[in-house]
């Protein structure tokens, strides 16, 4: 499963950056995620390698699910794999500034899943995107009024 969507939001590439890769903010749009925190050191300024673990509440079920930094560019890229023994995925945001606005790419790729989790994101895969759309206009939103 492979997802790939992009919006434009009026704000900065600072403002945009800030929302994604800092984990008190991204709970500020990420509605299902429920908790979050860092399991090894975390150094904003190399944080590539950094660990984390996150619960996040998915179709009325909680999963909790590790997750590590994989890339960061600032201001243009961050991802992190994140997964437990019965999924992986990777995730990334691409920034580009553009003429009047900055443009958001989000892909997600499922890299290995157990047979019920494959058959599960199959099933959901639609419910998934229209609350991957829902919970980025709300980035949208957030960052536009925080400029």
């Not at 009026?10 to 299902?32: C, G, H, P, Q, Y």
């Not at 157990?114 to 229209?130: G, H, I, P, R, T």
Request: charged content about 25%.
């Amino acid at each position: 499963m492979d997802i790939q969507k992009q919006i434009d939001i009026n704000a900065s590439l600072e403002t945009i950056f800030a929302l994604i890769s800092d984990v008190e903010k991204l709970r500020m749009w990420a509605d299902s995620i429920t908790e979050s925190a860092f399991i090894t050191a975390y150094d904003p300024a190399y944080p590539v390698g950094a660990r984390f673990r996150q619960t996040a509440s998915q179709f009325g079920h909680e999963i909790t699910y590790e997750g590590e930094i994989t890339e960061c560019e600032p201001l243009t890229l961050f991802s992190v794999k994140v997964g437990s023994e019965k999924f992986r995925m990777v995730i990334s945001y691409r920034l580009k500034k553009m003429k009047n606005a900055t443009r958001l790419v989000y892909t997600a790729k499922l890299i290995e899943a157990n047979m019920k989790y494959q058959l599960m994101f199959a099933a959901f895969a639609s419910l998934a995107e229209d609350k991957l759309v829902e919970q980025l206009e709300k980035l949208k939103a957030v960052a536009e009024k925080s400029g």
